[in-house]
């Protein structure tokens, strides 16, 4: 959870969204964990999920919210060559930038956001949140390629610089990062290319959770 003290909540009445290995969600209330099975009331109905075609279980009653799946202000397509007869790579929500699921040392990441270096992506903050967790690397994909790639990875806050990583290479573990909002109007997120070039700078951003002040965070597997 995220917050030094989060408040008592009665657990098997929790909102919860299940996050699954195909790519699908389900909400419900949480009625418990059970012999490798997750439990849930769905409209008067008990649904069963085995644990293992579970990524990630989250709370689903506006304590948190994930940032690539609302609405950004500015997000313009990368252009490596800078214009449309080259390549053009959009973000893509939940995925990585060429569509596929998001892997990071052998394991799929349920949220997050792909995009391809360079780029840059914003969201206007209305102080409904307090904090910005999250992760960032490049996807495993890179590691088929004859490019590996390697970005540097940063998060601006009213255009003040928040978080900034190492130069992350493909196949290194997620940089993680944890920044208080406080009464910033937005967030931006910024890949940058470093000196070999923007070949294979498939990047992550894993994860991405905005929580409240004593919210208790996704529970994650």
């Given amino acids: 959870h995220l917050g030094s003290k989060p408040p008592r909540i009665d657990e098997r009445a929790l909102p ?109 903050l209305d102080g409904s949140f307090s904090t910005l967790r999250g992760s960032v690397a490049l996807d495993d994909e890179v590691l088929r390629l004859s490019a590996r790639g390697s970005c540097v990875f940063r998060v601006l806050l009213d255009g003040r610089e928040a978080f900034a990583s190492p130069v992350v290479k493909a196949g290194d573990a997620p940089v993680a990062f944890t920044i208080p909002l406080g009464a910033s109007k937005e967030v931006a997120l910024v890949v940058d290319p470093t000196s070999d070039g923007f070949a294979g700078d498939r990047a992550n951003w894993l994860g991405l959770l905005l929580a409240r002040d004593q919210a208790a965070g996704a529970s994650e597997r």
């Fill in 16 to 124: 919860v969204a299940v996050d699954l290995v195909d790519g699908s969600r389900i909400a419900g209330l949480f009625l418990g964990l059970k012999g490798g099975v997750i439990e849930l009331n769905r409209r008067g109905t008990t649904l069963r999920i085995p644990v293992d075609a579970a990524l990630q279980i989250g709370r689903d009653d506006g304590s948190i919210a994930f940032l690539a799946n609302t609405a950004p202000a500015s997000d313009e397509p990368s252009r490596p060559y800078g214009d449309d007869l080259g390549m053009v790579w959009r973000s893509r929500v939940d995925r990585n930038v060429s569509g596929g699921a998001l892997v990071v040392g052998g394991a799929r990441q349920a949220r997050g956001l792909g995009v391809h270096a360079p780029s840059r992506t914003t969201w206007a």
